[in-house]
C-alpha cells in the first residue's frame, strides 16, 4: 500500500485561516466546492476534515491526492480571455464574447471557472483549430496546407513496402528498426533545497517483447541504480541523487533496442469464437476502475456503433472507424486530473492518442473483445513525442497491436494500407508500459504526476511530489539502419 508522509500540524493551519472545530465538515460539501471550483475553499475543508476524523492511511493519501489534484487543474487551465483573443485573431479578426461563448458550449474551446474566475485550458485556443470543423478550415485557409514533414515521407513510403512483404510471405513481422535512444530529465536548479535527495524514475523498454528485442544499456549518469523486475508493467530505471545550489539535477539514459513492424491482414474469417471460460478472456473483458467503466453512455454508444454485429474483428473495426471519424486528435489535459478519460472523449469530443486509446479499450470490452493498454514513445523521424496505443486479442491469432490515433492511413487508396493500424503496428516504437496505472518499482510515496501512464518520468523528495511544472524531459534518436 502507498505510505504517505507526515502532514503539517491541521490544527495551526486551521486556526490561521479561521476554521472553527465546531464546524462539521463533509465529503459532500467538499465534492461541492470542488465542483464549483472554490479550490481554496475545497482544500481548507480538507484540513478540517482530516483534523476532525479519525482516517486511515489510504483515506488520508486520497484526501492529499485531491488536493494536489487541484493545484494541478490550476496548472492546465493557466490562460485568460485575453489570451484566447490574441491567438484567435490570427484566424477571425473580429473574434467577440459570442463567438468564444459558443466554442465553450460547443466544448470546442475548453475552460472551467476556478475560484470565480473564467480560466482556459492551456492549450485550448490551439486546440479550437483541432477540433471545430469551420475553425479547421478557417486556419486551412489562412495557412495554407503544410508542407509534408519527415515523418509523412517515410512512412507513406514504408507501410506500403512493407504490407506488400508480408502479404507475399504471409508472415506478421517485418524488418526491425534498430534506435538508440537517449533520455534526459533535468530538474531545475533550486526547486528543491540544497542537499536534499531527489528520488527519479526514468523510463525503459520493456524486455521479452515480441516486437522489441536486443536491448543494450550503454550508460547512466549514476554509479547506483535500478532497473525494475520485468513483472513490473511500467518498465522504469531508478536512481537518486543528492541536489547542489544553483546548479540542475540531472538524470540520463542511453540504451540501443530493435522494434519490430507488425501487421496481421486480419478479416472476419480469420478470427475464432472465443473461449470465453479462459482467465485471459474474463480478465480482459471485464471493467476496471477508474477509466475502464462500463456507463450508461459507453453502452449507449456501443449499441449504435457495433449493433448486432457478433464477428470480433468486425466489431473492433466499427470502433475503431467510428471513433476516428468523430474524436479528433488535441492537446491532452494531464490525465492524473480526469476522474473518467473515455467519458470526458465522448462529453468533449476529442482526445488524445491515450484518450482515444481508453475509450477504444473500453468499448472493445463491453463488446466481449479483450483488450490492453501498451504505451511509450513514437520514435518517427521528426515525430519524436509521448503515445499510447491499444492490443486487442483474436482467439486463433493473439494479441494484435491497435493504435487509435493513428486511425484510418491517409497514404493512397489501398484498404490495406487506410487500415493498417486496426491491426498493425509500424517499427518507430518505444514500449515502455504493458498496462496502466500500476505501481512503480521502487514504490513511490506520494502521488505520481502521471498516476495512469509512465512516459515522462517521475520524480519526488521527502517534502513531496515534484509535478512537471518544476522539470523538464527529452528524449534523442538515432537511427542505426
Known amino acids: 500500500m502507498k505510505k504517505l508522509l507526515l502532514f503539517l500540524p491541521i490544527s495551526i493551519f486551521l486556526i490561521a485561516s479561521g476554521f472553527s472545530y465546531e464546524k462539521t465538515v463533509t465529503l459532500q460539501e467538499i465534492y461541492a466546492e470542488r465542483a464549483a471550483g472554490n479550490f481554496q475553499k475545497a482544500k481548507k475543508l480538507i484540513d478540517y476534515y482530516i483534523a476532525q476524523n479519525n482516517l486511515d492511511e489510504l483515506e488520508l493519501y486520497n484526501l492529499q491526492a485531491a488536493k494536489d489534484t487541484m493545484d494541478r487543474i490550476v496548472v492546465d487551465f493557466n490562460r485568460t480571455r485575453e489570451d484566447m483573443v490574441t491567438f484567435i485573431k490570427q484566424y477571425y479578426p473580429d473574434v467577440n464574447d459570442k463567438m468564444l461563448a459558443q466554442w465553450e458550449e460547443e466544448k470546442s474551446l475548453e475552460m472551467m471557472v476556478i475560484e470565480g474566475e473564467k480560466r482556459y485550458y492551456s492549450r485550448a485556443a490551439p486546440n479550437l483549430f483541432r477540433i471545430d470543423k469551420e475553425a479547421i478550415a478557417r486556419k486551412l485557409e489562412v495557412d495554407g496546407r503544410p508542407t509534408p514533414n519527415r515523418y509523412d515521407s517515410i512512412i507513406s513510403i514504408r507501410l506500403p513496402q512493407l504490407i506488400e512483404k508480408l502479404s507475399q510471405s504471409g508472415e506478421t513481422q517485418g524488418d526491425p528498426v534498430e534506435m538508440k535512444i537517449k533520455y534526459t530529465l533535468t530538474l531545475r536548479p533550486n526547486t528543491i533545497p540544497e ?3 531527489v528520488r527519479c524514475w526514468l523510463p525503459y523498454p520493456i524486455e521479452d517483447h515480441r516486437r522489441q528485442t536486443n536491448i543494450q544499456l550503454l550508460s547512466v549518469n549514476s554509479d547506483n541504480y535500478i532497473i525494475s523486475p520485468q513483472e513490473y508493467v511500467h518498465r522504469t530505471l531508478y536512481m537518486e541523487k543528492v541536489t547542489k545550489k544553483d546548479e540542475p539535477l540531472v538524470f540520463s539514459l542511453e540504451f540501443t533496442y530493435s522494434s519490430i513492424p507488425e501487421w496481421f491482414n486480419l478479416s472476419a474469417g480469420k478470427v475464432k469464437p472465443y473461449d470465453t471460460q479462459s482467465e485471459l478472456y474474463k480478465t480482459y473483458t471485464a471493467e476496471r476502475d477508474q477509466h475502464i467503466i462500463f456507463t450508461d453512455k459507453i453502452k449507449e454508444v456501443s449499441a449504435q456503433v457495433v449493433g448486432d454485429e457478433t464477428n470480433p474483428f468486425i466489431k473492433a473495426k466499427k470502433i475503431f472507424e467510428w471513433i476516428d471519424s468523430n474524436y479528433p486528435w488535441a492537446g491532452a489535459r494531464e490525465y492524473s486530473t480526469l476522474p473518467n478519460i473515455p467519458m470526458y472523449v465522448l462529453e468533449n469530443n476529442h482526445g488524445d492518442c491515450g484518450q482515444v486509446s481508453l475509450l477504444f479499450i473500453t468499448m472493445a470490452r463491453y463488446n466481449g473483445i479483450p483488450a490492453k493498454w501498451q504505451s511509450g514513445f513514437m520514435t518517427h523521424p521528426g515525430a519524436l513525442n509521448l503515445h499510447d ?93
Not at 503496428?425 to 496505472?437: K, L, T
Not at 495512469?452 to 518544476?470: A, H, M, P, S, T
Open 195 to 197: 542537499g536534499e535527495t
Open 389 to 481: 496505443w491499444a492490443e486487442v486479442y483474436f482467439e486463433g491469432i493473439g494479441w494484435v497491436p491497435v493504435d487509435q490515433s493513428f486511425g484510418r492511413s491517409l497514404f493512397g487508396d489501398d484498404e490495406r494500407v487506410i487500415n493498417f493500424y486496426v491491426n498493425g503496428i509500424d517499427g518507430y516504437r518505444w514500449i515502455v508500459n504493458e498496462d496502466y496505472g500500476q505501481p512503480l518499482f521502487p514504490a513511490k510515496t506520494y502521488l505520481r504526476s502521471e498516476s495512469v501512464d509512465f512516459q515522462r518520468g517521475e520524480l519526488e523528495w521527502r517534502g513531496g511530489n515534484i509535478y512537471f511544472d518544476k522539470w523538464r524531459w527529452r528524449f534523442e534518436v538515432e537511427y542505426l539502419n
